[in-house]
């Protein structure tokens, strides 16, 4: 199992905005692709650049993002998908290792995060987002220090969520843990202010984390939890894409607030709220060309 | 005694030839010396500018690797090395450190510090933080001042996100006690950066109570206390 199972091609360049030492470097690795799939993963990598690049605010910022693919090929296609999480059992042979049932849970879908950044290192010192795309249908996905995704539809999106946490420090905005009907003890947010700039527990119209982007006619809070012991149930009280203060957050029903009613930080298939939008491209700026 | 008078001048002329030609040898080794002096900062910055190129790396057409080359050559010619006026000063590239850390449950290691020549996303606030939770690393001053920070989504949980295919819900946590893994911090290389430092709000162990369901553990990535210092790493020169 392991580095035995395959082999690197190399790298490819397939979105250029220019050179890598000045741009944000994004790097797609295929993981459980045969040598003869690796005409499918070519299309699939520039499936995901496609989707990327119109995603905002990165569709703003394209001129600042360089994607790279790395052709990585695999002894046998796939994923292992064990028995023991109702998985077919599957047991590829495959370069990164990937598996879903990680830690017992059947849907995340994990490869040797270690391997894939001493590849892309080599190839590529001056990386700053990692992706590994899994040649699976089953869908599933991870996050960390490298996003994972499977090609089961809309995976696409659990890489866009993952980029959100690891290139850009944002919290998830969803306020439960386990899942509204499920949670228990996860009424209140108690602590103390979160350092992601997406979430607060301020709801200081002047002092909260986006206050600049708040509207004198927003109310604040912009809407309440009325029971703290589930999720709110409320519809949004404003037109979407309003940007206030919105009870919780952070896998708390209260006390915590999140920028916009929704978002991709709190549930796939959203686009980025207004503050996740302005947080991406503050970090991306230095990447611009001058104009 | 004419003939040792002969042979006295005799030598002495020979000492003398040997005295003019060490000299001379002196002369060229020290005028070689000064030469490859000066073609030290041209032979480097022909160096970097042919690395810089290079990072543009493998583009579809592979011209433009063979592009990188041919600057490096032509700074090496005896022109470049005898004339570095004509070599123009070139930009300075963004010097960085890639760190990578490894951690098993509350153990963080650090792995590997990799130079690398490329652009750093700019630090988060520097200041109004310190009674904040969450996760970030540091780069500290020999003074023990922040010169640059990161925020991170926790790297060291012991949870993960689950996604479904539930439209109102696709986004969920489940416990994953002892995980192990990696992350990556890149950070400007500075004169003055000295240390870097992970900070990470603290939580409840990671064992769950005996008895408790699935799901209910207090969980470390739920702390909800101000972060503190968990590591402090010196940083190569």
């Known amino acids: 199992m392991g580095s035995s199972d395959g082999q690197v091609l190399g790298l490819t360049k397939i979105a250029d905005a220019g050179p890598a030492v000045q741009r944000w470097n994004v790097v797609i690795v295929s993981e459980g ?56 059992g599957a047991k590829p042979k495959t370069y990164f290792d990937a598996s879903f049932c990680t830690s017992g849970i059947r849907r995340l879908l994990v490869g040797n995060s270690g391997r894939v950044i001493k590849v ?80 607060t527990t301020n709801k200081n119209r002047a002092t909260t984390k986006w206050a600049s982007l708040i509207q004198a006619s927003t109310a604040v809070p912009t809407t309440q939890n009325a029971n703290c012991a589930g999720c709110d149930p409320q519809p949004t009280p404003v037109p979407a894409e309003t940007i206030g203060l919105f009870e919780g957050a952070d896998y ?22 207004g503050v996740c939008q302005q947080v991406i491209a503050k970090k991306l700026a230095p990447f611009l060309p001058p104009s | 005694m004419a003939n040792t008078r002969r042979k006295a001048t005799k030598a002495k002329s020979r000492k003398s ?51 990188a080359r041919k600057p490096a050559k032509k700074t090496t010619s005896r022109r470049a090395v005898t004339k570095p006026k004509s070599v123009k000063p070139l930009a300075k590239s963004p010097k960085a450190v890639r760190l990578t850390f490894s951690y098993q449950g509350d153990q963080v290691k650090l792995v590997s510090q990799q130079p690398v020549e490329m652009t750093v996303p700019p630090s988060d606030s520097l200041k109004g933080y310190e009674d904040h939770k969450g996760f970030w690393a540091e780069v500290k001053s020999a003074q023990d001042k922040t010169l640059f920070r990161r925020v991170l989504h926790n790297p060291t949980r012991n949870d993960a996100e689950v996604f479904s295919d539930d439209p109102e819900q696709s986004i969920s946590r489940e416990p994953a006690p002892k995980r192990t893994g990696v992350f990556v911090v890149v950070v400007p290389d500075t004169e003055k950066g000295h240390e ?32 503190t210092e968990i590591a402090r790493f010196k940083l190569k020169k």
């Not at chain 2, 001379?24 to 022909?46: D, E, G, L, M, Q």
């Open chain 1, 252 to 273: 708390y029903h209260c006390r915590v607030y999140r920028p916009e009613f929704n978002c991709r930080m709190r549930n796939l298939n959203q686009p980025f709220c």
């Open chain 2, 196 to 227: 870097v430092t992970l900070s990470r709000s603290s939580g409840q162990p990671d064992i769950a109570p005996e008895g408790s369901p699935r799901g209910m553990t207090a969980m470390r990535s739920l702390a909800t206390g101000p972060a």
């Open chain 2, 17 to 67: 030839l040997t005295k003019a030609k060490s000299r001379k040898r002196t002369v060229a080794a020290k005028s070689r010396k000064s030469v490859a002096k000066k073609a030290k900062p041209a032979k480097r910055a022909a160096k970097s500018k042919a690395r810089q190129r290079l990072a543009g790396l493998k583009s579809r057409k592979p011209v433009a690797s063979s592009k």
């Open chain 1, 33 to 88: 692709y045969r040598s003869a799939e690796m005409g499918q993963f070519t299309i699939d990598a520039q499936q995901f650049a496609n989707i990327l690049l119109t995603t905002a605010p990165y569709d703003r910022l394209r001129a600042g993002i360089n994607i790279y693919r790395v052709d990585v090929t695999s002894t046998e296609s796939g994923a292992r998908d064990p028995n023991s999480c109702g998985g077919t």
């Open chain 1, 120 to 199: 892309i290192s080599k190839l590529l010192p001056q990386w700053h987002m990692a992706l590994l795309q899994v040649n699976s249908s089953i869908h599933g996905g991870s996050g960390g220090a490298v996003a994972t995704f499977s090609k089961a539809s809309n995976a696409v999106e659990i890489a866009l969520h993952e980029m959100g946490h690891t290139a850009f420090g944002l919290a998830d905005e969803y306020e439960y843990y386990a899942g509204c009907a499920s949670d228990n003890g996860h009424d209140n947010h108690s602590g103390s202010e979160p350092s992601q700039p997406n979430i």
